[in-house]
């Protein structure tokens, strides 16, 4: 149903947004205590359920934590600002710079990380790196964190006949990281291309990251090219959306 001026906001609708504009305007400073559902049910004159439904919308949304017996709370995390296009340039990670030192004055941690030669991959993975029959790759899988949070799980794929014996295939790989040891390879990424979409998590993606299932999570896969055209590297990265803010500046 529409009125003149638009659709009608529901009443969750309306909660959630006056709680946000009041997050906004620091009526509401991290680590402070949003009203409880009885209170925003009288103050809005609506049932309990109306109320504990708005709730949940703002911690779905990353908004706030809840515990149980303690409320809600406004969540005190400051977002991490991926800058898509420095991070990735040639003169951050061949100078030894890891490339989270491009984002900001953070740098996540990796809580959990593994390190396998694998016969199989993904069909598509296959297929963008040209494996033949019989092809194995270099399966690096990690868990990244930022102030105690889990915020990204990121699986990359190389060839190992690319790879065998070197830095990458340990947990280690040394200053500038991944792409800095396929430059030593003679294998420098000259060229990257980045896909992004944006679902709901899998089961298992929701619990290593610590989120609400309904929380949309965001799928970046990014594929690294050397000189020759040769994809050596494809990273597939899940993000807490809520913990993300995409930046890609460049010049037109």
């Known amino acids: 149903m529409t009125d ?5 906001r529901t009443k969750v609708q309306q909660i959630v947004e006056e709680l946000k504009a009041a997050i906004e305007r620091g009526d509401y400073r991290p680590g402070d205590r949003l009203p409880g559902e009885n209170a925003l049910a009288a103050q809005h004159g609506v049932a309990g359920l109306t109320a ?4 949940k919308v703002l911690h779905t949304e990353g908004l706030v934590e809840s515990k149980k017996g303690a409320g809600a709370r406004v969540l005190d995390f400051r977002l991490i600002r991926r800058r898509g296009i420095p991070r990735l340039a040639s003169d ?17 941690g990796v809580d959990q990380i593994s390190v396998d ?9 296959s297929t963008v790196l040209q494996l033949a029959d019989g092809d194995t790759v270099c399966v690096r899988t990690r868990r990244y964190v930022m102030e105690g949070r889990p915020v ?8 190992q006949s690319v790879v065998a014996s070197s830095p990458i295939t340990r947990a280690d790989t040394g ?15 000259v060229r990257f291309r980045e896909e992004i979409r944006v679902r709901l ?3 298992d993606e929701a619990t290593r990251l ?4 309904d929380r949309a999570v965001i799928k970046l896969a990014r594929t690294a090219f050397d000189a020759d055209g040769r994809a050596v590297e494809v990273n597939e990265m899940t993000m807490d959306s809520a913990a993300y803010v995409l930046d890609y500046t460049f010049d037109a």
């Not at 003149?4 to 009608?8: L, Q």
């Not at 030669?117 to 993975?125: G, K, T």
């Not at 990204?152 to 060839?159: F, G, K, N, R």
């Open 4 to 8: 003149e001026t638009g659709p009608r």
């Open 52 to 55: 504990r439904k708005a709730l």
């Open 92 to 108: 951050q990670w061949g100078s030894g710079r890891s490339i989270w030192s491009a984002d900001d004055d953070r740098a996540p």
């Open 117 to 125: 030669e694998n016969s199989a991959s993904p069909d598509h993975v």
């Open 152 to 159: 990204m799980l990121a699986v990359s794929y190389l060839p």
């Open 175 to 189: 200053p500038g990281g991944i792409y800095a040891r396929l430059a030593d390879l003679g294998h420098a990424p």
């Open 201 to 203: 998590p899998s089961a």
């Open 210 to 213: 610590s989120i609400p299932a």
